[in-house]
T-cell receptor
Framework: AQSVTQPDIHITVSEGASLELRCNYS??????LFWYVQSPGQGLQLLLK??????LVQGIKGFEAEFKRSQSSFNLRKPSVHWSDAAEYFC????????????FGTGTQLKVEL | DAGITQSPRHKVTETGTPVTLRCHQT?????MYWYRQDPGHGLRLIHY???????DKGEVSDGYSVSRSKTEDFLLTLESATSSQTSVYFC????????????FGSGTRLTVV
């Protein structure tokens, strides 16, 4: 079955430290890939997306993600975390065709220590 | 987000009562989706629509029905609400071509007591 895995339920980092959130998918073909962020009580905001081409994608708020086909991964990174980055992060994938249904991972809750 | 609104934002209802949530878009997008969000599960697809009167089931469709009588509105109905349907419900629309991507509404927090 097609699935998206975010292995880390919770991550705590110090402000100013680097961040990497992991995402793995199991699909036969390369899907479209997304990262969303959700602050408490809010909706989902798109950070970045990957369809094809350059495997390093730049997004908003200083985030970037790298697609690695050999590892079926699309990890999210930020060089220096700010306290305002504390939120829940969701990786999502869609296999084109059949309704283009966006499938989400279970999310990673990021806590930032001052 | 601009172009998609959900109503109501909050609702408390009793077990066994019918409930309808509304998603309205002004983008004229063909595809619309309903998700529910629960702790530890992320967002799970309930139903989606690929055009007026064209809908299909997602992974957690039991107990839910949808309707789309016009492009701009996608309704989600809980025929007889149960406590397990207490959740936050999100609607999404999908652009096409150069505008491919998913935009989410602000969500509806539904509590079934």
């Amino acid at each position: 079955a097609q699935s998206v895995t975010q292995p880390d339920i919770h991550i705590t980092v110090s402000e100013g430290a680097s961040l990497e959130l992991r995402c793995n998918y199991s699909y036969g073909a390369t899907p479209y890939l997304f990262w969303y962020v959700q602050s408490p009580g809010q909706g989902l905001q798109l950070l970045l997306k990957y369809f094809s081409g350059d495997t390093l994608v730049q997004g908003i708020k200083g985030f970037e993600a790298e697609f690695k086909r050999s590892q079926s991964s699309f990890n999210l990174r930020k060089p220096s975390v700010h306290w305002s980055d504390a939120a829940e992060y969701f990786c999502a994938v869609v296999l084109t065709g059949g309704g283009n249904k966006l499938t989400f991972g279970t999310g990673t809750q990021l806590k930032v220590e001052l | 987000d601009a172009g998609i609104t959900q109503s109501p934002r909050h609702k408390v209802t009793e077990t066994g009562t019918p409930v309808t949530l509304r998603c309205h878009q002004t983008e004229n997008h063909r595809y619309m989706y309903w998700y529910r969000q629960d702790p530890g599960h992320g967002l799970r697809l309930i139903h989606y629509s690929y055009g007026v009167k064209d809908t299909d089931k997602g992974e957690v469709s039991d107990g839910y029905s949808v309707s789309r009588s016009k492009t701009e509105d996608f309704l989600l109905t809980l025929e007889s609400a149960t406590s397990s349907q207490t959740s936050v419900y999100f609607c999404a629309i999908r652009g096409q071509g150069l505008n491919y991507g998913y935009t989410f509404g602000s969500g509806t927090r539904l509590t079934v007591v």
